[in-house]
């Protein structure tokens, strides 16, 4: 497995394209294939979900032709007109595409509980499906459309040993605890695999990365993950290799995220093992980067270690304050804080390490709960006043 | 029922005195009676709850003769050193009260990790025995002395019908997200009624109250609530006037604690009814008050009301999204956002109505879920600089 370049368009015949105009954005990808998605467990479900996946599992048969996205604008909690505006979108994509309506996957983000302008997408539909393209700049003109508080363009593409190639885009930054999907991610490979391959090795993926990020423990309304296969490689992959690959662009992406949360100057990596189940290490590492009050002691670069027990301790995982060890690392620092329930000796300069590592960009923090075999890694962003600043003014 | 001044000191027979010298203070509350607790939920509980607990639970059969506690330092993951000295805290009050040791409550605030300076309290202990007064001063002075981040001194107390008098104080600022408990609070009551009925009692009032509160989500390894029942009044209230009076002083008490959540600026409160189960009603009106993202609106007074809708949406809550109703109020003004699931034509002025109200200091929001009979009401602040500023550097 090796990384290229390109995104989306790293894989052979899908094209991109897409334009910004302030905060509103409209991004289209387009490249027919087997395709399965996960969606928000928010039961607050957007209008471009609730259309998607209807075409997704039933209209379509778990094919998709194209996908249309814009920025600015949710259309979330927007009732039977969200819906039919989402439809008019998926309709004037199909038409411009000369595809089947229910071949299209619609997804929004932006301001909830407003009404969308779908004249406006009308009026520049046209111009984005002129200007689509294979090239890695259209794929990164998609994901500049779509993105709202990120700072950062999201891309990661892998081609494998067999020669398939799995290339895909994110946005996010802010509203992220993602639950069965994130913000928008699109994601397509080559390879030639059926819907229920495709869904089945999608929802492991999301599970080991988009489910495994916080950034403020807020969880969206429009969260949407999307695969396609088109197949052209027609080489049809281990599904073991296949999974590997996908991993690799989920995680990256994922990450990606998790460093560009809105406000964000680190990334916070938290890896738990030792749990007695998978839930435990899961919840263990969530808590670790769920907290405000890690994220603002990572943010002040404070060695206030205290505070990871705490979170570890009121996670919910099963533990015992004797066996657990703590571990802080960046690159090739690294220094234990607990060793089986023991605070090390503090004259021994750990505090000094510490500081050391809470200067990086990129703090580890391990646990080991010493109770069993079961382990995860999660990821976040530090808390910062610029996180407050974005927020405190979204709308206006 | 009316509200009185004076804190625990309001309750006959209730000595209390405190010092404060810089991060380190030592609280001391005398008074003997029938008592009982509640604790943290968090799976890390620091020394002092444990030796509290078993003294409550076993060694005093349901009494207490006085409180012992520090600020500066949690005695929180410290093990058997840390048993150890919160024993050796009973103990010298104790020696000092001349109580049994069994009767002594022990509790401490601050940072988590760190060895007690158990020599500092022995070397003040008996100036602090000696200062105990019943004065509304004293009570002030045993509050004051267990501030860590507080900015307000925190006391509530009430007269009923009966003659009967509850008298309380608390700390807390940060790391609350109380569960079964919050940060100290010491509530005192000349009412004569036995252990198990307090015990009832304080459940009920706590879960209504100090667990209905969020300041940051993180829950700390320290909460403890006391409730000690003096007999000096010799009356035997009926438990729901007592239950009525307890209510009032802890949700008093927790309101003050939202309040003072670190570097807020205002107070939110999320009523949520028509949930189909009181745990609904509960977890929706926590997520509201929990959410980063509602907590950064209300600090920039930014109208950004679909973000409720997202919290009630993955709060875990049973909706249906055409069944919401969502309206705000501060004072005398109430402006209906959304009735049952349809937004209000904001040609109607409704959102220059939000923008009046997010500009005061108290904000409630009003969620109908419109499924059921359920309600609840929980508390949090705005998240602000200066709770980033305040958790940046705590340790240093």
Redesign the interface.
């Known amino acids: 497995m090796k990384q290229v370049d390109g995104g989306v368009c790293a894989v052979k015949g899908v094209r991109a394209s897409g334009i910004k105009f302030g905060k509103m954005g409209l991004a289209v990808i387009a490249a027919e294939g087997s395709a399965a998605g996960v969606f928000t467990?928010?039961?607050?479900i957007a209008a471009p979900l609730i259309v998607t996946r209807e075409n997704l599992s039933n209209n379509g048969n778990g094919r998709l032709a194209a996908v249309i996205a814009n920025s600015g604008n949710?259309n979330?909690?927007?009732?039977e007109q969200g819906i039919t505006d989402a439809k008019k979108m998926a309709h004037i994509l199909a038409e411009q595409l000369n595809v089947p309506e229910e071949l299209v996957a619609v997804a929004s983000t932006g301001?909830?509980?407003?009404k969308l302008d779908v004249d406006w997408i009308s009026e520049h539909v046209g111009e984005v499906v002129e200007a689509l393209d294979s090239t890695p700049d259209s794929s990164n003109a998609a994901v500049r459309a779509i993105m709202t508080t990120d700072l950062v363009e999201k891309e990661s593409a892998v081609e494998l040993e067999s020669g398939v190639r799995i290339g895909g885009i994110a946005k996010g930054s802010?509203?992220i605890?993602p639950?069965m999907g994130t913000m928008l991610s699109f994601i397509y490979t080559d390879a030639s695999l059926p819907a229920d391959v495709l869904e089945k090795c999608l929802k492991q993926s999301v599970d080991k990365s988009f489910n495994m990020i916080v950034v403020?423990?807020?969880?969206?309304?429009n969260d949407i993950v999307l695969l396609t296969a088109t197949g052209a490689s027609s080489v049809e992959p281990q599904v073991e290799e296949f999974q590997m690959g996908l991993d690799h662009v989920t995680v990256d992406l994922a990450k990606m995220i998790a460093r560009d949360g809105e406000g964000a100057t680190k990334l916070i990596e938290a890896q738990v093992k030792g749990a007695k189940t998978e839930n435990d290490a899961r919840i263990a590492a969530k808590a670790i980067v769920?907290?405000?009050?890690v994220k603002?002691?990572v943010?002040?670069?404070?060695?206030?270690?205290?505070?990871v027990?705490?979170?570890?301790?009121?996670s919910g995982?099963?533990?015992d304050?004797?066996k657990i060890s703590l571990t802080f690392a960046s690159g090739d620092d690294i220094v234990l804080l607990?060793e089986c329930?023991?605070?090390q000796d503090s004259s021994t300069g750990v505090l000094s390490s510490l500081e050391n590592i809470m200067a990086q960009d990129e703090i580890i923090i391990m646990v080991d709960i010493g109770l069993g075999e079961q382990s995860a890694i999660a990821w976040g962003c530090d808390?910062?006043?610029d996180?407050?600043?974005?927020?405190?003014?979204?709308?206006?």
Do not use: C, H
């Open positions: 467990r928010n039961k607050i949710a979330a909690f927007t009732g301001v909830i509980g407003r802010g509203m605890e639950n403020d423990g807020d969880t969206s309304t769920r907290s405000p009050l603002s002691a943010f002040g670069k404070d060695p206030n270690w205290g505070r027990i705490a979170a570890v301790g009121y995982a099963d533990i304050q004797d607990v329930g023991n605070i808390l910062t006043y996180y407050v600043k974005i927020n405190a003014d979204y709308t206006t």
